[in-house]
C-alpha cells in the first residue's frame, strides 16, 4: 500500500499522457502517421510524457526503498522528497476551506460588485487565519480595498466588476 | 548616436524614469517580504499592463526583477528568511552579521555590491547580445525548434524536482499551449468541441494561476512561521577601503553570475550559491569564519544574483529562450505586444533592446538610491504577518484575472490553474516548465511541422539536423543534455574526478 501511495504521482502522469495520446489519435481530419499534419506532434509529446511517467514511477519505488533504509538508521534526516510528508491533513483542511472562501469571493465578485465582496473576503479571510485583531483586520481590510481601487483604476486602467 | 539615444530614453522620459523607479521599489519590498515571489510580482503587473504601452509595461517589470531579486536579502539578513530563492546564499553570512549588530552595515555592503554586479550583468548584456543575434539571425525552423526544445529540457531538468517530472510539466504545458485552432492546417485540436476552447488557453490566466494563486494556498502551510528579529543600531556606512578590498572578488563573482544566468534555466539562485562557494574557496583570510558573519560571504552572492539578471536577459532577447521563470513571464509580455521574441527581435525592434538597457542600469541606479536611504523600514515591512499578507493578494489576483478581458470565466480558469498548480508544488514537480511550454508550445509545433514540411521527406528531415554547422550544434547540446541527467554520466563524473 505504500509503495502503490509513494508512486501516485507517476500513475497519475502515465494516465494523463496516455489520455493526451488518445486524444491525439481521434483527432479529426488529421492523420497521426503525418508528421506534418496537426496530430503528430502532439503526439510525440504525449509519447514523451508517458516515457517521464513511467521514468518516476521507478525512481519514486527506489527512492522509497532507499528512504525506509535510511530511515530506519537516522530519523530526523530531511529532503526534498519529504515535502510532501509535511503537508498534513490539518494543512490540508485549511487550504481547501481558504480555496473555498476565495471561491465564494468570485462567486459574490459580480453579484455584490468589487468593494462589498473584496471587503467581506478581507474581512473573513484574516478571521479566519487568525492572529489579527479586529481593529487591525477592519482598518487594514478598509485600506486595502480603497488602495487598489485607485490604483488599478487610475493606474492600470481597469475596469472593476 | 541612435543606440545611445535610445540607451537614453529611460532617462530623459519621465514617464520611464518613474516607472522604473517605482518598480524598483515595489520591486525591493516585493522581494524583502518573504512569501511574495518576484515571480509572482512580474506575474501580477503582466495582467495588469496588459493595456499599456509595450515600453512602459517593461520598464515598470524590468524594476521589480532587478529590485525583488535584491530586497531578497533584506530578509535574508534581517529575520534569516530569504525573501526569493536567489538570497538563500545571502543568509548564511548576512543572519550570523545581524545577530552580531551589523545589519546595517550587512545592508549597505549588500547594496552597494549589488548595484556593481548588477552593473556588470547590464553591461555584458549590452556587448554579448547583439554579438549572439548576428549568429542567431541565420537560423532555420528547424534551429527554432531545436532551440526551444533544448530551453524546455534545461528548464525542465535543472530545476527542483526530478528531470522526469520536469519534462512531463513542458510536456504537459505544449499540450495546453496547442489546444484550440490549429494555425497550419485551420482543424481544432483538444478543444472537445467546445466553442470557448477555440482562441487556445490564455497563457496570462494561467501564470496567475500557477504563480500566483497556488502560491497563497502553498504559503498557508507557513502561515505562522516567524523569522528570528533582531534590532538595528545607528548609521554606519563601510569605509571606502572595503569598498576596494572586496571590488576584486565582487567581479569575479559577477563574471560568473553573468554566465550562470545566461545559461538557459539557471538563474540566480545558482548564481547566488556558486558565488558564495567561489567565495568561500578564495578568501584567504574573512573577518570572520564564513558562516559566521563573514562580509564576503554576503557580497558574493548578492553580486552574483544581481549579474545574473542582465546574464538571463541574453537568451531571452536573442533567441527567445528564458534563462528562468521571470524571463518566461517576460517572453509572455513580449508576445503580448505583438513582438515574437527570438533571433528576429534584435533585428526588427533593436530600438526595444536599448531602452530595456538603459531601463536595466536605471534600475541599478534606483536600487543603490533605496538600498542606501530605505534601510529602517524593513525590518517592520519583513515582518508582516501572511495572515494580513495572502487575502491581499489573493485579492489582487483575482482582480488581474478578471482585468484581462473583463471576464469572470477567466477568473474560475485562474483557480483552476492555481489549484494545478499546488499539487504540482506539493509533489515536487517545477511549474515553470510547464508555462514556458504553453507560451513556446505554438511556436514549437509550427516550427516543427514547417521544416519537416520543408524537407519533405523523412530522410532528408532527420539528416538536416546534421547538415548544417548551427543545427548539428544545437542538437549535440541537446543529446549532452539528456545524457548529463543519466547516472552513466554522473558515474563518468566521479571517475574522472579520481
Known amino acids: 500500500m505504500y509503495s502503490f501511495k509513494s508512486s501516485l504521482p507517476g500513475i497519475l502522469m ?59 538508521e537516522q530519523e530526523n534526516e530531511s529532503n526534498e522528497a519529504d515535502a510532501l510528508e509535511t503537508f498534513t491533513k ?72 | 548616436m541612435d543606440i545611445l539615444q535610445q540607451f537614453l530614453t529611460p532617462f530623459i522620459n519621465a514617464e520611464l524614469l518613474l516607472l522604473v523607479a517605482v518598480g524598483t521599489l515595489a520591486g525591493i519590498f516585493v522581494g524583502a517580504i518573504p512569501g511574495l515571489s518576484v515571480t509572482m510580482a512580474v506575474a501580477l503587473l503582466l495582467s495588469l499592463t496588459y493595456s499599456w504601452d509595450m515600453l512602459p509595461a517593461l520598464a515598470l517589470m524590468l524594476g521589480i526583477y532587478y529590485g525583488g531579486v535584491f530586497g531578497g536579502s533584506r530578509a535574508a539578513i534581517l529575520v534569516n528568511m530569504p525573501g526569493s530563492p536567489s538570497s538563500v546564499a545571502t543568509s548564511f553570512d548576512g543572519f550570523p552579521l545581524s545577530q552580531q549588530g551589523e545589519a546595517r552595515m550587512a545592508l ?89 476552447l477555440m482562441n487556445g488557453i490564455d497563457f496570462v490566466v494561467a501564470i496567475l494561476g500557477l504563480f500566483g494563486m497556488s502560491e497563497i494556498l502553498y504559503q498557508l502551510k507557513t502561515l505562522n512561521e516567524k523569522g528570528q528579529t533582531v534590532t538595528l543600531k545607528k548609521m554606519v556606512f563601510p569605509p571606502l ?92 509580455a513580449l508576445f503580448i505586444h505583438g513582438l515574437q521574441p527570438g533571433p528576429m527581435l534584435m533585428e526588427q525592434s533593436g530600438d526595444l533592446f536599448w531602452v530595456m538597457v538603459g531601463s536595466s542600469v536605471l534600475a541599478n541606479i534606483f536600487l543603490l538610491i533605496f ?8 525590518i517592520r515591512v519583513v515582518t508582516i504577518p501572511k495572515q494580513i499578507l495572502l487575502p491581499i493578494i489573493a485579492v489582487i489576483t483575482v482582480i488581474g484575472a478578471y482585468a484581462l478581458n473583463n471576464s469572470m470565466t477567466d477568473v474560475y480558469w485562474m483557480l483552476g490553474f492555481g489549484i494545478v ?38 530522410s532528408t528531415f532527420l539528416l538536416g539536423f546534421v547538415n548544417s554547422p548551427i543545427s548539428i550544434l544545437l542538437t549535440l547540446a541537446f543529446i549532452f543534455t539528456i545524457f548529463s541527467q543519466t547516472k552513466m554520466y554522473s558515474r563518468m563524473k566521479e571517475k574522472m574526478k579520481k
Open chain 1, 14 to 72: 502515465v494516465i494523463v499522457s496516455l489520455l493526451v495520446l488518445s486524444q491525439a489519435v481521434v483527432m479529426e481530419n488529421q492523420s497521426i502517421i503525418d508528421p506534418a499534419s496537426g496530430s503528430f506532434f502532439p503526439a510525440l509529446i504525449a509519447l514523451i510524457m508517458l516515457g517521464a511517467g513511467i521514468v518516476t514511477i521507478f525512481q519514486d519505488r527506489s527512492s522509497t526503498q532507499k528512504k525506509a533504509a535510511e530511515t530506519a
Open chain 2, 371 to 378: 538600498g542606501l536611504l530605505v534601510v529602517g523600514i524593513f
Open chain 2, 108 to 196: 549597505t555592503l549588500t547594496t552597494i555590491f549589488s548595484f556593481i554586479g548588477g552593473l556588470v550583468g547590464v553591461a555584458v548584456l549590452a556587448t554579448a547580445a547583439p554579438l549572439v543575434s548576428t549568429i542567431a539571425i541565420q537560423f532555420g525552423q528547424r534551429d527554432y525548434f531545436l532551440l526551444a526544445m533544448l530551453g524546455l529540457l534545461l528548464i525542465g531538468s535543472l530545476s527542483q524536482g526530478s528531470m522526469a517530472k520536469g519534462v512531463f510539466a513542458a510536456g504537459a504545458g505544449i499540450i495546453l499551449g496547442l489546444v484550440g485552432m490549429d494555425s497550419i492546417g485551420g482543424g481544432s485540436r483538444f478543444t472537445f468541441g467546445s466553442l470557448q
Open chain 2, 421 to 458: 498548480g499546488f499539487f504540482m508544488k506539493v509533489h515536487n514537480f517545477s511549474v515553470a516548465p510547464l508555462v514556458l511550454g504553453l507560451i513556446l508550445g505554438p511556436l514549437i509545433d509550427t516550427s516543427f511541422r514547417r521544416a519537416y514540411m520543408a524537407a519533405q521527406e523523412p
Open chain 2, 241 to 332: 577601503r572595503f569598498l576596494f578590498k572586496f571590488l576584486p572578488l565582487s567581479m569575479r563573482v559577477s563574471i560568473m553570475g553573468v554566465l550562470i544566468g545566461a545559461l538557459p534555466g539557471a538563474g540566480g539562485e545558482i548564481a547566488a550559491l556558486l558565488a558564495y562557494d567561489h567565495a568561500k574557496r578564495t578568501t584567504k583570510n574573512p573577518n570572520r569564519p564564513f558562516g559566521k558573519g563573514a562580509y564576503e560571504g554576503v557580497i558574493a552572492p548578492e553580486a552574483g544574483n544581481n549579474s545574473a539578471i542582465g546574464g538571463a536577459l541574453i537568451p531571452l532577447l536573442t533567441l527567445g529562450i528564458p534563462g528562468d521563470a521571470v524571463t518566461a513571464i517576460f517572453i509572455g
Open chain 1, 90 to 161: 490539518k494543512d490540508y483542511k485549511l487550504i481547501l476551506i481558504y480555496f473555498c472562501l476565495v471561491i465564494g469571493f468570485v462567486i459574490l465578485l459580480p453579484i455584490l460588485t468589487f468593494f462589498p465582496a473584496a471587503f467581506l473576503f478581507l474581512l473573513t479571510s484574516m478571521f479566519y487565519l487568525k492572529g489579527v485583531s479586529w481593529l487591525l483586520n477592519v482598518t487594514v481590510s478598509l485600506a486595502t480595498i480603497v488602495v487598489i481601487y485607485f490604483l488599478f483604476s487610475q493606474l492600470f486602467n481597469i475596469v472593476f466588476p
